[in-house]
């Protein structure tokens, strides 16, 4: 898990570099506050994940971004199991690993999450333009969208708006596992290829 957070921790400190923007000013793209941001590019303080999608979706970037690094190019076709970075929080009971990191071609990013017993997560409004498709490969769960729990079973999807508030949640005494697909704006301002050398 370090090195994801070290990861994070240079992730920010280069968008903040190639926006030209503060701490303060980062604080109110994102509303996540100055102390918290600090805290992360000192590794002092390890985000949430609705911590992390605010980050995201303030510098307009793909939140795969923060756990794997940004590729152009279909450079790596096969992801398997155990090989690629996974973020999780035991406070949260969710686990996040990115299947398909974000592709510049297509826009988008696939993620395998695991919903444990019990738990539901509110992520914040993504931005303006962002699509997620979720279904649902193992296990029962609820998506929130517009403002109601929507049911879904295995083999079950879910497409919607995700620049509003929404949720999911684990309705079963198992684990509950889905694939979401985020497909980001043609237009949108997607930072590429970061170059973390630079902060190292």
Request: charged fraction near 25%.
């Given at each position: 898990?370090?090195?994801?957070y070290k990861h994070i921790s240079l992730t920010l400190k280069e968008l903040r570099r190639q926006k030209g923007w503060s701490l303060d000013k980062a604080a109110e793209k994102t509303g996540v506050s100055?102390?918290?941001l600090g805290q992360i590019e000192r590794e002092e303080s390890s985000p949430t994940i609705a911590t992390l999608w605010k980050i995201a979706s303030g510098f307009d970037t793909s939140f795969s971004s923060f756990i794997e690094e940004i590729s152009s190019e279909f450079n790596k076709p096969v992801y398997r199991s155990g090989q690629t970075q996974q973020l999780h929080s035991s406070d949260e009971k969710?686990?996040?690993?990115?299947?398909?990191?974000?592709?510049?071609q297509?826009?988008?990013e696939i993620f395998v999450i695991e919903l444990l017993p019990t738990c539901e997560h509110l992520s914040p409004?993504?931005?303006t333009g962002v699509i997620e498709h979720v279904i649902v490969a193992e296990?029962?769960?609820e998506v929130l969208v517009n403002g109601i729990w929507?049911?879904?079973?295995?083999g079950e999807g879910l497409r919607f708006d995700a620049n509003q508030p929404h949720g999911y949640r684990n309705i079963s005494a198992?684990?509950?596992t889905f694939h979401d697909v985020i497909h980001y704006p043609k237009a949108g301002k997607i930072l590429r290829n970061l170059n973390l050398e630079k902060t190292r």
């Open positions: 898990m370090k090195a994801i100055k102390a918290m969710i686990r996040v690993m990115p299947l398909f990191p974000f592709d510049e297509l826009k988008c409004p993504h931005q296990g029962k769960m929507q049911p879904l079973n295995k198992e684990i509950a």
